[in-house]
Each structure stands twice: as structure tokens, then as C-alpha cells.
């Protein structure tokens, strides 16, 4: 199948639409300038999200999720496990930041896609982002973990009809189309693989969908 030929389309907002990596690096930096040989940025938050999985659950809301993985992560990496420094943490990494492509993409992509935008924010963190963006009602899912977000992205994904856009990795058993925005890609072309489509931003999946209907337009 095409891009083009999925009704609807489920956006995975974190990584999609809004950037809060930067904040968590920014947040870990007191324990990474502790560390005589840090780990990269990747690396860190590859070691976070892999915490964040591990050890979250749907009853935790995000400020919890985030003080726990803090303190895991301090106990991973061979520093002192501080619940007080955790807490403080957990307050400076917030909703994060739209990527400047989020607004115009989705005003583009309502046009061709019913719209599902999943979040583990709850309503009102993602109602400070959402002034920007403007979904309707019907189109977003503010779920308020990170666990019942990535439950609901898993149900969604089981329908065939829909294309899936993530920053992460596609739910086991995904019966979507999966396509990945990775942002540390930029600059390099857009590949597909293993029935994956792969993009370097918003814009660069737009300019995707775009060639798609050129092509069905020809």
C-alpha cells in the first residue's frame, strides 16, 4: 500500500509533533556532568524510554513516571539515587516544544486522513500545545500516561486502515502501515524498508505524500 491509501492516520505525538528530548537531556545534565565518560545523547535517551517502559504503569501520571526513571537511571549509571532530585526533575521536563512543521502538517494532513493523535499528556498539558496546533474534540487522545498511551497506539495499530506515524519503534503485532519520523535523520533521503517508511520530519512526509498522489494523478 501507499501513503495515500490509508483512511486515517494515528500520530504518536511525542517526537511527531512536540520535542521534549531536548528537556530531558537538558534535565539529566546535573548526572551526566557527574560521569567521568557520559553517554551520548542517544544513548541517554535510549537508556530513559527503555526505563520508561520498564518500570511505568497506567496508574502513574507523567510527573511520577519521570521521578522514578530519574532515580533509575542514577542507580544505572552508578550515581547517587536521590528522590528529592528526581522530583525536581521531573518538574522541568514538561510538555515540551512543537516543531515548527506540526502546525502546517496537520492542516495539511486532515485534508486527506481521519486524524487520532495520541499523547501521554493529560488535558491540560497537552491544551497548551493544542492552542497551536488546533484539534478537534474527536482528534486527539490526551491519555495522561505513558502506559495507557501506548495501549491505546497499540489498539489503534491493529487496524489495517490505518497508517501509523511514530518517532518510535511499531507496536508488536502492528497490522497498520507504520511509518517512522526520525529527526536525527535530517539531511538524508527518505527510505523504505521492510515495508516501513522511514522520514526525516513532517515536511519530509508530507513531501512524500505528495509524490504519491502525483503519481496516482499520472
Known amino acids: 500500500m501507499q501513503l495515500t491509501d490509508y483512511p486515517r492516520l494515528c500520530i504518536a505525538a511525542h ?3 512536540m520535542d521534549r528530548d531536548t528537556t530531558i537531556i537538558e534535565g539529566l545534565s546535573p548526572l551526566l556532568a557527574q560521569m567521568r565518560d557520559p553517554p551520548t545523547p542517544d544513548r541517554v535517551l535510549t537508556d530513559y524510554f527503555r ?3 520498564a518500570l511505568t504503569d497506567a496508574d502513574m501520571n507523567t510527573v511520577s513516571a519521570h521521578c522514578i526513571v530519574y532515580c533509575a537511571l542514577a542507580s544505572q549509571w552508578g550515581l547517587e539515587s536521590d528522590w528529592q532530585a528526581g522530583i525536581a526533575f521531573a ?3 514538561d510538555a515540551g516544544t512543537l516543531y515548527e512543521d506540526a502546525p502546517g502538517a496537520i492542516h495539511y494532513l486532515r485534508k486527506f486522513y481521519r486524524l487520532t493523535v495520541v499523547s501521554s499528556l493529560d488535558e491540560r498539558e497537552f491544551a497548551a500545545l493544542d492552542k497551536r496546533i488546533g484539534l478537534a474534540a474527536h482528534e486527539r487522545l490526551a491519555s495522561g500516561s505513558f502506559v495507557a498511551a501506548r495501549a491505546a497506539i497499540h489498539d489503534i495499530a491493529a487496524d489495517p486502515d490505518v497508517l501509523l506515524l511514530s518517532a518510535g ?3 508488536v503485532s502492528c497490522g497498520a502501515g ?4 526520525d529527526r536525527s535523520r535530517r539531511g538524508t533521503a527518505p527510505a ?3 515495508s516501513v517508511w522511514q522520514f526525516a520530519s513532517l515536511s519530509d512526509f508530507i513531501r512524500g505524500h505528495q509524490l504519491a498522489l502525483r503519481r496516482e494523478i499520472l
Open 51 to 53: 526505563a520508561l517502559h
Open 192 to 194: 523504505k524498508a521492510d
Open 91 to 93: 518538574g522541568t521536563v
Open 15 to 17: 517526537g511527531v509533533l
Open 178 to 181: 507504520y511509518c517512522r519520523i
Open 169 to 171: 519503534p511499531a507496536p
